[in-house]
């Protein structure tokens, strides 16, 4: 069974515009969300964080907002550029130290010039 | 630049002929990891090291096993592949412990493919 789930498999975007990447999970123990953006053929790389005390983080162009009670976070890029086009992949670590992370599926985001 | 680097980025194996994946890291991490990644599915942890303590996910295959000969080198050794065995292998580090610790950095993969 999933704990980390990313039902959007694709995303298509104009350039400039806002992309949202969803992620919802189901284990309330988990008390770091991560993001990481991947492109062909290179390893996941680490993109921004939150922990579940927070409900905002914000660096850049990306942010990620943590609705805990809805179990539910997002990505929002703004504005997109096409250079953002990737696989991004949601993670959560469990309360305790746990050097584990449980991995979404991904999304493709593809944002057109 | 401190990295992680897998070798050979791709490697052909026949079925049932032994294969070692190697990873190297210079950022002098505690844990490292190694996952399997299918097209569109999520990376799946295979196991991972906590210094020298080796922690098997439940549902890994007695296929795979893995070696840490010292602090910068993992190893993912497949002794008999299958079809199915055919993926993307990540390896990735992290310092461990508390905190923003637990952020991994992952190498490139070394995408394995079996006849």
């Known amino acids: 069974d999933q704990q980390v789930k990313q039902n959007s498999p694709s995303l298509s975007v104009q350039e400039g515009r806002i992309s949202i990447l969803n992620c919802d999970y189901t284990?309330?123990?988990?008390?770091?969300f991560l993001w990481y953006k991947k492109y062909p053929a290179e390893g996941p790389t680490f993109l921004i964080s939150i922990s579940s005390i927070k409900d905002k983080n914000e660096d850049g162009r990306f942010t990620v907002f943590l609705n805990k009670s809805a179990k539910h976070l997002s990505l929002h890029i703004v504005p997109s550029q096409p250079g953002d086009s990737a696989v991004y992949f949601c993670?959560?670590?469990?309360?305790?130290?746990?050097?584990?992370?449980?991995f979404g599926k991904g999304t493709k985001l593809t944002v057109n010039p | 630049d401190a990295m992680v680097i897998q070798n050979p980025r791709y490697q052909v194996t026949q079925f049932g002929k032994p294969v070692t994946l190697s990873c190297s890291q210079t950022?002098?991490?505690?844990?490292m990891y190694w996952y399997q990644q299918k097209s569109s599915q999520a990376p799946k942890l295979l196991f991972h090291?906590?210094?020298?303590?080796?922690?098997n996910e439940a549902d890994t295959p007695d296929n795979f096993q893995s070696r840490r000969p010292n602090t910068s080198f993992c190893f993912l050794d497949i002794r008999s592949p299958g079809l199915g065995d055919a993926a993307m292998y990540l390896c990735a580090t992290s310092r461990g412990g508390i905190g923003p610790a637990y952020e991994q950095y992952f190498g490139p993969g070394t995408r394995l493919t079996v006849t």
């Open positions: 950022l002098n991490h505690n844990v």
């Open positions: 284990n309330s123990m988990f008390d770091y």
């Open positions: 993670a959560a670590r469990s309360q305790g130290g746990s050097e584990k992370l449980v």
């Open positions: 090291y906590y210094d020298k303590d080796f922690n």
